[in-house]
């Protein structure tokens, strides 16, 4: 049996062309969204169905991935302006600026150490940053990678995607970095989540798969692909439930869709073959939320497995 899914609606932003771009839950309950083409931020109440929106400090910083941080904020990249930023529940945000200039920041995400941790795409760099705001930043062994996204293992390390250099990277706490090529040329990785399982789920854009990366008792690491129906689809980013089922958009084709560990897969349309969706977020309840960028924010009823719709009465 494969995951079904049914659409619940698209939540209008109250600023029109506001380019919503990726999602994150934070620690209040709510989802919170960058909002990449008015240099926004947005919080959406899932009970309520409302929306609000935080106006940062440049209308052009673009701000890009975002995550819950370990002191009760939500922090994201900014793209545009090289700065790193803080968002707390009240909406009150400030912003850090990058020691090494035009790094490019991206993917974000809470690290094991009580910090943040960031992709620079512009200069092969990991940064660092505390929450009290002091980074540092860790060169990566390639030129030219565009690290991307980037996620907290199981294994108290971080991974990353590197677009152009087409690997998935590993740096310890520490800084210790390894590199490990993908076995499929110009597969060009973005998206990157950890399942249950510790393994790890990544969106190859270049040729339309998705990957799956587990790792052994050993220092090696083994991949598996599956390929998606159409292989110009642009697969971006990936989220994983509970389940284990990856869940991932289709930014050319305007879909989102779902493999299973065992290699299961299903696709569903949006509203609008011209969406754009970019990033996607499970909801305290289960259900799944997708950044559109030339839409809204869509929501969907995700039905796993062996679920059982609540009938009446």
């Known amino acids: 049996m494969t995951t079904s899914v049914s659409p619940l609606g698209t939540l209008a932003l109250p600023t029109p062309d506001s380019g919503p771009y990726a999602l994150a839950v934070g620690p209040d309950g709510r989802l919170w969204c960058t909002l990449v083409r008015t240099g926004r931020i947005a919080r959406l109440t899932p009970s309520t169905g409302s929306v609000e929106e935080f106006v940062l400090d440049s209308a052009d910083c673009g701000p890009t991935l975002i995550t819950a941080g370990p002191d009760g904020a939500l922090w994201f990249t900014r793209y545009r302006d090289h700065r ?69 293992g199981r294994d108290g390390a971080l991974w990353f995607t590197l677009n152009q250099a087409n690997a ?8 210790e970095v390894r590199l490990h090529p993908l076995p499929t040329p110009g597969a060009a990785p973005v998206g990157l989540a950890v399942g249950p399982d510790g393994s790890l789920w990544f969106a190859e854009i270049g040729v339309g798969r998705i990957g799956r990366l587990t790792t ?20 971006h980013a990936v989220a994983v439930a509970p389940d284990g089922t990856c869940w991932f958009t289709e930014w050319g084709t305007g879909r989102i ?8 897969l299903t696709e569903h349309p949006l509203a609008a073959p011209d969406r754009e969706p970019h990033g996607l977020a499970f909801a305290p309840d289960g259900t799944l939320y997708v950044a559109e960028e030339h839409g809204g924010i869509s929501r969907w009823e995700v039905r796993r497995p062996g679920s059982v719709p609540e009938g009446p009465g």
């Open 216 to 235: 052994g008792e050993t220092a090696g690491v083994e991949f598996a692909e599956f390929a998606l129906p159409e292989a110009d689809c642009r697969p």
């Open 84 to 152: 790193i930023g803080r968002i707390a529940v009240d909406g009150e945000s400030r912003s850090y600026e990058l020691p090494g200039g035009a790094g490019g920041p991206y993917g974000i995400a809470a690290g094991p150490d009580g910090a943040l941790w960031f992709t620079c795409t512009k200069s092969d760099r990991i940064g660092r940053i505390g929450i009290d705001g002091r980074i540092v930043e860790f060169p990566l062994p390639c030129e030219g990678g565009f690290p991307s996204f980037l996620t907290a």
């Open 168 to 175: 998935i990277g590993r740096i310890t706490v520490s800084g």
């Open 257 to 264: 869709g779902s493999v299973t560990p065992d290699g299961k």
